[in-house]
């Protein structure tokens, strides 16, 4: 099992920049692939950006490709979500959610990833 705590969030301008982490408890982090969702008030949760358990693949939704990236430190237990470009529309609550894997397979389904973090808002003004 793995506990997920995500931080960095704020309010940021249009075209601005802004670094998500995402802090996990247990010492068998490098066996999770990771992912980033957001959820805009009003709208289905929507998923991000995806990372498999050694960062050697990485998958992103089209509206953040080439805006975002996805990392991880596995020597460190966090995953993070870097952010540039930001627009209106990236104003979501952001969340890390992890699930089981030692494959380089990603999934972009909410449902497949069992543990999640509590969230962090982000607000881009124009």
């Known amino acids: 099992q793995v506990q997920l705590v995500e931080s960095g969030g704020g309010l940021v301008q249009a075209g601005g920049s802004l670094r998500l982490s995402c802090a996990a408890s247990?010492?068998?982090?490098?066996?999770?692939?990771m992912s980033w969702f957001r959820q805009a008030p009003g709208k289905e949760r929507e998923f991000v950006a995806a990372?498999?358990?050694?960062?050697?693949?990485?998958y992103y939704a089209d509206s953040v490709k080439d805006r975002f990236t996805i990392s991880r430190d596995n020597a460190k237990n966090a995953v993070y979500l870097q952010m540039s470009s930001l627009k209106p529309e990236d104003t979501a609550v952001y969340s890390c959610?992890?699930?089981?894997?030692?494959?380089?397979?990603?999934?972009?389904?909410?449902?497949?990833?069992?543990?999640w973090g509590q969230g962090t808002q982000v607000t881009v003004s124009s």
């Open positions: 990372i498999a358990w050694n960062g050697g693949s990485t």
């Open positions: 959610a992890a699930r089981l894997s030692g494959s380089p397979y990603l999934t972009v389904n909410s449902y497949e990833y069992p543990y």
């Open positions: 247990g010492r068998t982090f490098r066996s999770y692939a």
